[in-house]
């Protein structure tokens, strides 16, 4: 039963990781800006 409590929280850890970089990188705003210029090239 321990190894699925570490388990699950390296997976939990590694959620918040991932949804701190995604945050950290919509404070560069050239960062915001490329992303909307690549989104609408798709329509």
Known sequence: MR???W???L???GI???LLL???LYLRPD???S???QLW???
């Open 3 to 5: 190894d699925v409590s």
């Open 7 to 9: 388990r699950k929280a």
């Open 11 to 13: 997976v939990g850890a």
């Open 16 to 18: 918040v990781l991932s």
């Open 22 to 24: 995604v945050s950290l």
């Open 31 to 33: 960062f915001v800006i």
């Open 35 to 37: 992303m909307a210029d």
């Open 41 to 43: 090239a798709c329509f």
